[in-house]
């Protein structure tokens, strides 16, 4: 890492002891950012950087509810407002047990260049809570969405701060949370949330948009080596929303995906996955792998525990959480024949496994590149419900993908142009970067 950089990521790490994950996040980012320095030396006098990586505002509350026997919990909530130099802040919200600063720092993080990514004009934030929503009924649920917005709603606006889905944080919850929002304050302000519901101010393809950008995404690393999904054998990690409608898309493309997990374990089904039978488990029934494998057949085995990379593929698509895939794994997946991979996930590839996939001259798409369809279609949702339209499935993909080819050419474009061609996390950090950095220096200091 460039000396400059490194004695301000230095005090960003020292300024936040314990949140590994958002160092791990930042580390990343400035190990990208030394070429950017030497061309444009406004930024570091301008502490750019320094005041980029500290949120422009930090919100730590109680969440209490009443489980379904009346017994009382308690659990904490987060928003962190990270930066509004494009845009309102905008980003999910995620409900699981290992939420905590540090988590929802480095996702805040990350926003702020996938968003810049999009060319859309939105800010970067994210919040959630430790709440484990796992076994909760539907009231217990609502319960706790409703007591979480009781807080949350003074912080959050169209104009102010969009929070949306991640991971335990599906329809459902969007909708008792608007809900809520509505109730308190008397306005039917679509815009406030995204992943709404499609006859409340929803958009057509938001549930779709991160796998299917994630293969778009995908696709368009493959053609610059001349290949396609066609014929590809893919494994996927996670089976949400993300995991779904990835594989969905690889499929519709010509691949045959074989693999997809959850936290219990993997499958391993090489027909091809069934996409029907998997929603109907995952989403109507909320139900595990095993489930899905006991009314498969005898063509799936599940494998409990172990590491979905295991499997051999051709394309990976991470679409389960951080740190799920490591130096050993990604060694693993190499000599197992990797061509590609994209992170349909934040983050799920450790810092070691980046590396590995890199010097084997694997195609890597990073999530803030990949991924951030999702968070695009969410801008379109916005521009839906300021408009008080609503557009046609086939107007809506075409947009997502229009979005995903430009992030993906942007990205090769910024790193041929900084001498790295091929290196699409370079591309997406600095593509991000500058930016934000410049709207930044624009508005003075802020
Ligand atoms: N949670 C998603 C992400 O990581 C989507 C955020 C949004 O739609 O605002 O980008």
Redesign the pocket.
């Known amino acids: 890492m460039d000396s400059r950089l490194e004695a301000v990521r230095d005090t960003v790490l020292a300024r936040n002891p314990g949140e590994l994950e958002f160092h791990q996040a930042v580390t990343e980012v400035f190990e990208s950012l030394g070429p950017v320095h030497d061309r444009h030396p406004e930024f570091l006098e301008g502490a750019v950087l320094e005041r980029l990586c500290e949120p422009e505002r930090q919100i730590i509350f109680r969440v209490p509810w009443t489980d379904d026997s009346g017994r009382v919990h308690v659990n904490r909530g987060f928003r962190v407002e990270f930066n509004s130099a494009l845009g309102p802040y ?3 919200l995620r409900f699981h047990p290992s939420v905590y600063l540090g988590i929802v720092k480095f ?1 805040g993080f990350e ?1 702020i260049f ?1 968003n810049a990514l999009t060319g859309m004009p939105i800010g970067g934030g994210k919040g959630g809570s430790d709440f484990d929503p796992r076994g909760r009924s539907d009231a217990e649920i609502m319960r706790f969405c409703q007591s979480f917005m009781t807080e949350l709603y003074r912080h959050i606006g169209e104009y102010t701060d ?1 929070p ?3 991971i335990g944080v599906g329809g459902r919850e969007i909708g008792y949370l608007f809900g809520q929002y509505k109730r308190i304050t008397n306005r039917y302000e679509s815009g406030v949330l ?2 709404k519901g499609m006859s409340w101010g929803g958009s057509l393809v938001r549930p779709e948009a ?1 796998g299917f950008g994630t293969v778009i995404f995908a696709e368009e690393m493959l053609k610059t080596r001349g290949q396609s999904f066609d014929g590809q054998r893919v494994v996927v990690s996670g089976s949400g929303n993300v995991a779904i409608y990835a594989i969905a898309k690889a499929q519709a493309l010509g691949a045959t995906v074989v693999a997809c997990s959850d936290s219990a374990g993997y499958i391993v089904d090489e027909a091809g996955i069934d996409v029907p039978l998997l929603r109907q488990i995952k989403e109507v029934e909320r139900a595990r792998l095993t489930e899905y494998a006991a009314r498969r057949g005898s063509s799936v085995s599940y494998v409990a525990g172990g590491s979905v990379w295991d499997v051999n593929g051709t394309v990976a698509l991470p679409c389960a959480t951080q740190n799920e895939l490591d130096g050993d794994a990604a060694a693993k997946l190499v000599s197992n024949g990797l061509v590609a991979i994209a992170e349909g996930a ?1 983050m799920p590839s450790t810092r070691e496994a980046v590396s590995v996939f890199q010097e084997a001259g694997v195609l890597f798409g990073p999530g803030k590149a990949a ?2 369809g ?2 695009a279609t ?1 801008a379109l949702e916005m521009q839906q419900n300021a408009s008080r339209d609503s557009w046609s499935f086939e107007h809506t993909e075409a947009r997502l993908t229009e979005i995903m080819v430009g992030i993906h050419d942007r990205c090769a474009a910024t790193a041929e142009e900084y001498g790295a061609p091929g290196n699409y996390v370079l591309g997406a950090n600095i593509g991000g970067f500058v930016k934000v950095a410049d709207a930044m220096l624009a508005q003075g200091l802020i």
């Open positions: 905008k980003g999910g996702l926003q996938k969009v949306a889905g991640d995204t992943g991160t934040n991924n951030a999702g968070v969410s």
